[in-house]
């Protein structure tokens, strides 16, 4: 069995996506990522997106699921990674969100002035 350290190094160590920049260039003004959280952080996909493109100018809105984590670091992880971003509100979901999602979601996107 594997211990903690050794999955949590192993994370770390992922190979770092490539997201084509067509799919960057659909965002004007905000731009709203899903993510689990993953060992309170951000996956190594989104991470990797962050670094990539240059996000000045734009407004991100995470939108996490978790196990009871909530947002973990992944908020600081978003913010170091795109320092020339503003931070949306942010939505936190505990595992599928329950019976509240849909509404939890519509909150969230009247909070951010998106329709």
Same mark, same amino acid.
């Given at each position: *069995?594997? /211990? /903690? @350290?050794?999955?949590?190094?192993? #994370?770390?160590?992922?190979? &770092? #996506?490539? +997201?084509?920049?067509?799919?960057?260039?659909?965002?004007?003004?905000?731009?709203?990522? #899903?993510? !689990?959280?993953?060992?309170?952080?951000?996956? *190594? !996909?989104?991470?990797?997106?962050?670094? =990539? #493109?240059?996000?000045?100018?734009?407004?991100?809105? !995470?939108?996490? /699921?978790? @196990?009871?984590?909530?947002? @973990?670091?992944?908020?600081?992880?978003?913010?170091? &990674?795109?320092?020339?971003?503003? *931070?949306? =509100?942010?939505?936190? +979901?505990?595992?599928?969100?329950? $019976?509240?999602?849909?509404?939890?979601?519509?909150?969230?996107?009247? $909070?951010? /002035?998106?329709?």
């Amino acid at each position: *069995m594997e /211990s /903690s @350290g050794n999955g949590q190094q192993r #994370y770390w160590n992922t190979f &770092l #996506y490539s +997201v084509k920049a067509s799919i960057f260039k659909g965002f004007q003004r905000e731009a709203a990522f #899903y993510y !689990p959280n993953w060992w309170a952080s951000i996956p *190594m !996909p989104i991470a990797s997106f962050l670094e =990539e #493109y240059d996000f000045s100018g734009k407004t991100i809105i !995470p939108f996490c /699921s978790h @196990g009871g984590g909530r947002f @973990g670091q992944s908020l600081t992880a978003i913010a170091k &990674l795109a320092p020339d971003a503003a *931070m949306g =509100e942010a939505l936190s +979901v505990h595992y599928s969100g329950g $019976t509240t999602l849909k509404e939890d979601i519509s909150q969230c996107l009247e $909070t951010n /002035s998106i329709k």
